[in-house]
């Protein structure tokens, strides 16, 4: 008797390792990105302001996406990284979390003091954010199948 165990693409795994590749792509394209104004200030791709932090923070999230398509967290990555960059695009959308502001010429602030965040930012973290807590919280699929034959 021949037993084959194989892991699926579950929709959660596909979304973790997509997610996984965008912001590893996204992070890495960051480091290469020339500042775009006298603050400092990255635009990745003309849409997203980016610094060594926010780079750093896009590569660590896009890799642990990728190493958890493949060692069978996928779901619980979809999970955790949907609350925490919901929760990045709403207080981002508070003024107040900027500091400190008028250091940077006509930058208000860095979020948190840590990173330069601007609307192009808040529609991704948002986004991405919405995709991966309704797939990692409303899709429970198992993500093991199993086939077994016999020879003739």
Known sequence: MIRQTGTLWTTNRV??????????LLGIIGFFTPPENSTGVQALLG?????????LFFLITGVLGIVAAFTGYSRTFNQ???IVYILFGLLGLIPALYF???TYGHDSGLFLGLTHDNAGDHVLHLVTGIVALVVGFFLTD???ITSRATPL
């Not at 979304?15 to 590893?24: E, K, P, Y």
Request: glycine content about 14%.
């Open 47 to 55: 849409l997203f302001d980016v610094d060594l932090v926010h780079n």
């Open 80 to 82: 955790v990284f949907g």
């Open 100 to 102: 400190p502001a008028g």
């Open 142 to 144: 198992s993500g093991r």
């Open 15 to 24: 979304v973790a390792l997509v997610l996984g590749i965008l912001f590893t």
